[in-house]
């Protein structure tokens, strides 16, 4: 069993935690809140922890599992008390400007992220299984180490992840599209139905939403930092999206305004038959 060290204990951390526990990981939890620590204890997510770095001292395994904008400089910190065989991977959700920042500190790095989440943050909704049957993104490069990457493989493949692999510039592309776009056209959307002045058909639409509503504003009431994070974090394939976004949403707008039905419904059509591709098993 490797020694796991979890610094960053939300959502992620936590239920990463709560798996590699359960699996007989000696865990070892670090969080900034003593408060935390006692809750990650109480919850079985680690085996031990404290508010000190230093405890990833020992460690086979780091998992840096905090906000993306203290990514790079918790790896910077603990550097001082790792072993020069540890492994340090992370699971932010944007690798571009991460992982050559990381790797130029720590050369037993992988990148990762485990495509997993929850409109709630924190630790008191973290749960088992988080990860399972779930994308679990690795982005080793040229410099990245092959029996470091082997490890963390291995680790997420006992989680019950589906592992993939890729680029870090290929990541922050692809994830611009399924998970960075959809936060800002969600949340665009409910802001949009807000700019309604009549405070009656408000009302009326808050009460008559139902599953439509619900699925498709999910992520768009979600932790606003961590919108804000993605596109700060990962803004030029963002801002390509959008503005591909755009164009599809005036192309919509021309067709109706223009009542040209058969060319809407053929769009919708090609919609229709592009989604399953999203959806298939993977």
Not at 29 to 50: C, D, H, N, S, V
Not at 130 to 156: C, K, M, N, Q, S
Not at 218 to 224: K, M, Q
Request: hydrophobic letters at 45%; a negative charge; charged letters at 15%.
């Amino acid at each position: 069993m490797e020694r796991i060290a979890i610094v960053g204990l939300g959502l992620i951390g936590g239920s990463l935690g709560l798996d590699l526990t359960r699996q007989g990981h000696p865990v070892i939890g670090i969080a900034r809140r003593p408060e935390t620590i006692q809750a990650a204890l109480a919850m079985g997510a680690i085996a031990e922890g404290g508010t000190d770095l230093a405890l990833v001292a020992g460690a086979d395994v780091v998992f840096i599992c905090t906000p993306i904008d203290v990514t790079v400089s918790t790896v910077a910190a603990i550097v001082p008390h790792l072993s020069p065989t540890t492994v340090v991977t992370d699971v932010a959700s944007v690798k571009g400007e991460i992982v050559p920042a990381i790797e130029a500190l720590w050369p037993g790095f992988v990148g990762g992220h485990p495509m997993a989440g929850k409109a709630e943050a924190g630790l008191g909704v973290a749960e088992a299984g988080l990860v399972f049957d779930r994308p679990y993104v690795l982005t080793p490069t040229e410099a990245t180490p092959p029996e470091a990457l082997g490890r963390v493989r291995a680790i997420a493949a006992t989680l019950g992840a589906t592992l993939c692999q890729c680029h870090p510039s290929q990541h922050d592309r692809a994830v611009a599209w399924i998970s960075h776009l959809p936060v800002m056209v969600s949340g665009g959307l409910i802001l949009a139905c807000q700019q309604e002045a009549d405070p009656a058909i408000l009302a009326l639409a808050q009460a008559l939403a139902s599953s439509g509503f619900k699925d498709t504003s999910r992520v768009g009431g979600g932790v606003p930092e961590l919108g804000t994070l993605m596109a700060r974090h990962n803004r030029a394939a963002l801002l390509d999206a959008l503005t591909q976004y755009q164009r599809q949403i005036d192309h919509l707008k021309a067709q109706i305004a223009g009542e040209d039905w058969d060319a809407l419904h053929n769009t919708l059509a090609q919609a229709q038959a592009a989604r399953p591709a999203y959806l298939k098993p993977k």
